[in-house]
C-alpha cells in the first residue's frame, strides 16, 4: 500500500497494464477454438464488472448489492432499445449510461450520506425492483423467457460478431476501463478516495468532500457496469433477468473478494473465477457446491486479501528465498 | 374492495410480518455484536423448516415438541459456523465477516440439500385444520400460532436482553468492546452467543411458517433478504425496530399485492422502502445515533 515515490508505483503499474493488455493481444492466436475465445470475451465483462465494483468496494469501502441491477440496466437499455425500436446500438450505449448514470445518482444521492449499511440496503432493495421491472415489463423485455432479437454491433459497415473481432472491441473497451481506473487511482480523486477509506473525519479536515467522492465513485462504477452489460447483450444477442438478479449482484462481491479487495489486479484473477464458476456451478453437484463453499470461507480465513493478496504474500516468501 | 376483504389482506399482511419481524431479529442480533450483515440468516430460516419438516415425516414428532428441538439444532448449526468460520479470523472487519457469511450461507444450503434432499418439505398445523374468524378476517389456525409465537419470541428476547446476565453483558459488549473487555466480559464469546441465538431464532421462524407456505432449500435466500429489508426499514440493531419493520414489510406486501398488482408487489414494497429510509435514514424506530456519520 505505502508506496515510497508514488510516481514510481504510478509508472510500475502503467507499465504493468500496458503489458498484460499487449499480451492478451495473443490470447486469440493461442485460443484453439471459438468457444474458448468466448471465455476470453467474457473475462473482459466480467473484469470490467469486478474492476468497477471494487473500486467502490475496495476503494471506497461501500457495499453494493445491485452491481448486477446496472449491469442489467444496460444491457436491457440497449437491447430494448435496438430490438425492439430498431435504435442504432450506439445510441442504445448512449441510453445505457445514461440511465445507469441516472439510476446510480438517485439512489447514491441519499443513502451515501448515511454510514455503514444504508447503501447496502438501498442497492439491494433497487436491484429487487429492477429484477421486477426486467421480468414484468413483458412487451419491452420479454418477460421471464429473456429478450430476444438484439442485433450484433456493426462499425462502419463491419458486423462485430461473436468471433476475434468482438474480442478486439472488448480489448478496446475493458482496456480503457481499465486504463481509467487506474489514473483514477493516481489522481487526486485516487488520494481523496485511499483518506476516506482510512478515516472519513481525517479526510473530511483535509477538506475532501467525503459525499462527492463517494457519489462520483458509485456512479462511475455503475456506468462501468452498464457499458458491461452493453457488451453483453450485443454479443450474446439475448439478455436474460436471471443474470442480474440479486444473487448475481452477491456473486459479484464474492468475486471481488475472492480477487482481492482494494487491490488493482484483484479483479483480474477474481474476473477469471467469474468466467469459470457461474459455468462450474450450474453443473456442479451438491457435494461440489459444499467443497466450493468451505473453500470459499477457507480463502477468507487465511488470505483475506484474497487471491491477489495470497500471489503477493508468496512472491515476498519466493523473495525472501531467492535474496538469501 | 370492500372491508372484509382489506381486513383479509391486513391479517396475511400481518402474517408473513411476523414471519419477517423474526428474521429481522435474528439479523439484528448478529448485527449489534459484529456490524455485519448475516447472509446466513436466511438459511437457518430454512433449515428450521427443513430439519422439522423432516423429523416430523421420519419420527412424527408432534410440531410443539419440534419446537425447541429445530431451535436446538439450528442454533448448534450456528455455534458451529461461528466457531469454525468467524472466530479464527485475526482481523475481523464487517466487511470480512459479510462476506464470510456468505461463504457460510452457501455452505449451510449445500450442506442441508445435500442431507436432506431439494423436495419441496411440508408440516401439518400445529393444531386443528378449521379456519377461524378474528375481527372479520378468516385466518387459518397455523397464523394465531405464528402471531402467538412471534409475540413470545419477541418478548423472550427483549427480557434476556434487558434482565438476564448474558443478555446484559452482550449489550455491554455491541455498545463498547474495550469497555466490556474492561470489565471482564469475554467479548468474543459474545459475539458466538450472538450466533446461537440468531441461528435459534431463525429456526423457529422456519418451522412455524413451513405449515402455511411449505419450504424448500431454496427458501431462505427470498426469507433472509426479506429479513434483512425488515431489520433495515425498522432500524438495524434496533430489536423493537425489526418488529415493526418486519410488520410493516408484510402489510405493504400484501396491500400492494391486493389493492394494486400482484406482479409488481415486491417493486412496490422496495419503493416505498427506499422512500422511508430515505427520509428516515435510521430506520423507522432508530435514532439518530445509529447514523454514526
Not at chain 1, 471459438?34 to 467502490?56: P, Q, R, T, Y
Not at chain 1, 473497451?173 to 489522481?187: A, D
Not at chain 1, 482494494?262 to 477469471?272: D, E, I, K, N, V
Not at chain 1, 488470505?303 to 516468501?317: E, H, I, T
Amino acid at each position: 500500500m505505502a508506496e515510497p515515490d508514488p510516481s514510481r508505483g504510478a509508472r510500475r503499474s502503467y507499465a504493468a497494464l500496458g503489458v498484460v493488455w499487449a499480451l492478451l493481444l495473443l490470447f486469440p492466436l493461442a485460443a484453439p477454438n471459438n468457444f474458448v475465445l468466448n471465455l476470453g470475451i467474457s473475462w473482459f465483462i466480467s473484469l470490467a464488472l469486478a474492476g468497477s465494483l471494487n473500486l467502490l468496494m475496495g476503494y471506497a469501502g461501500q457495499i453494493s448489492l445491485s452491481h448486477a441491477a446496472f449491469y442489467g440496466l444496460g444491457a436491457y437499455a440497449s437491447g430494448v432499445l435496438s430490438a425492439k425500436f430498431g435504435v442504432s446500438p450506439w445510441l442504445g450505449l448512449c441510453a445505457a449510461i445514461a440511465l445507469t448514470a441516472a439510476a446510480a445518482f438517485l439512489i447514491g444521492w441519499p443513502s451515501l450520506k448515511l454510514r455503514g449499511h444504508y447503501l447496502a440496503m438501498a442497492t439491494l432493495g433497487f436491484n429487487v425492483i429492477m429484477s421486477v421491472l426486467f421480468v414484468e415489463l413483458r412487451g419491452l423485455t420479454g418477460g421471464p423467457n429473456g429478450l430476444v432479437g438484439v442485433p450484433s454491433l456493426s462499425l462502419f459497415g463491419w458486423e462485430i460478431g461473436a468471433d476475434i473481432r468482438f474480442y478486439l472491441f472488448a480489448w478496446v473497451v475493458v482496456g480503457l476501463m481499465m486504463l481509467l481506473i487506474l489514473n483514477l487511482l493516481h489522481s487526486r480523486m485516487g488520494r481523496a478516495l485511499r483518506a476516506l477509506s482510512t478515516s472519513e473525519l481525517a479526510a473530511k479536515a483535509n477538506g475532501i468532500d467525503v459525499h462527492a467522492v463517494k457519489l462520483g465513485v458509485f456512479v462511475l462504477s455503475a456506468v462501468m457496469a452498464g457499458i458491461a452489460g452493453f457488451l453483453y447483450v450485443h454479443l450474446n444477442n439475448f439478455a436474460s433477468p436471471e443474470n442480474f438478479d440479486f444473487v448475481a449482484s452477491v456473486m459479484l462481491l464474492v468475486v471481488v473478494a475472492l480477487g482481492g479487495t482494494g487491490t488493482y489486479w484483484g479483479p483480474f484473477l477474481g474476473a477469471l473465477l467469474h468466467v469459470v464458476l457461474p459455468e462450474a456451478l450450474r453443473a456442479f453437484s451438491d457435494f461440489e457446491i459444499l467443497v466450493y463453499g468451505i473453500s470459499l470461507v477457507l480463502v477468507l480465513l487465511f488470505f483475506p486479501g484474497g487471491l491477489s493478496g495470497a500471489v503477493a504474500r508468496l512472491g515476498r516468501l519466493v523473495g525472501r528465498g531467492g535474496g538469501r | 374492495m370492500d372491508g372484509s376483504q382489506l381486513l383479509q389482506l391486513v391479517a396475511s399482511g400481518l402474517v408473513t410480518g411476523s414471519i419477517y419481524a423474526l428474521v429481522a431479529l435474528g439479523f439484528t442480533v448478529i448485527f449489534k455484536s459484529t456490524d455485519a450483515i448475516n447472509f446466513a440468516q436466511g438459511e437457518w430460516v430454512m433449515a428450521g423448516g427443513m430439519i422439522g419438516a423432516f423429523l416430523h415425516a421420519s419420527f412424527g414428532l408432534a410440531p410443539l415438541l419440534l419446537l425447541p428441538v429445530c431451535a436446538a439444532a439450528v442454533a448448534l448449526i450456528g455455534l458451529v459456523s461461528e466457531r469454525l468460520a468467524i472466530h479464527p479470523l485475526k482481523a475481523p472487519t464487517p466487511m470480512l465477516l459479510t462476506l464470510i457469511t456468505i461463504a457460510v450461507a452457501i455452505t449451510t444450503r449445500a450442506a442441508i440439500t445435500l442431507v436432506l434432499g431439494k423436495a419441496p418439505a411440508g408440516l401439518p398445523s400445529f393444531s386443528g385444520s378449521e379456519n377461524v374468524a378474528v375481527f372479520g378476517a378468516t385466518l387459518p389456525p397455523q397464523a394465531l400460532w405464528v402471531f402467538g409465537i412471534t409475540l413470545l419470541v419477541m418478548i423472550g428476547t427483549h427480557y434476556f436482553f434487558q434482565r438476564s446476565l448474558l443478555g446484559r453483558a452482550m449489550r455491554a459488549a455491541a455498545a463498547d468492546r474495550e469497555a466490556a473487555g474492561l470489565v471482564g466480559i469475554n467479548v468474543s464469546r459474545m459475539a458466538m452467543w450472538s450466533f446461537v441465538i440468531a441461528a435459534a431464532i431463525g429456526a423457529v421462524a422456519g418451522l412455524i411458517i413451513t405449515p402455511l407456505t411449505l419450504t424448500s432449500v431454496n427458501a431462505g435466500l427470498m426469507l433472509g433478504f426479506k429479513g434483512f429489508s425488515a431489520a433495515m426499514l425498522g432500524g438495524l440493531g434496533n430489536l423493537h425496530g425489526a418488529l415493526l419493520g418486519g410488520l410493516v414489510l408484510g402489510l405493504l406486501e400484501s396491500l400492494s399485492a391486493g389493492l394494486l398488482s400482484s406482479q409488481f408487489k415486491d417493486a412496490v414494497a422496495f419503493v416505498v422502502l427506499l422512500v422511508v429510509l430515505f427520509l428516515r435514514p435510521a430506520g423507522l424506530l432508530g435514532r439518530a445515533s445509529t447514523e454514526r456519520a
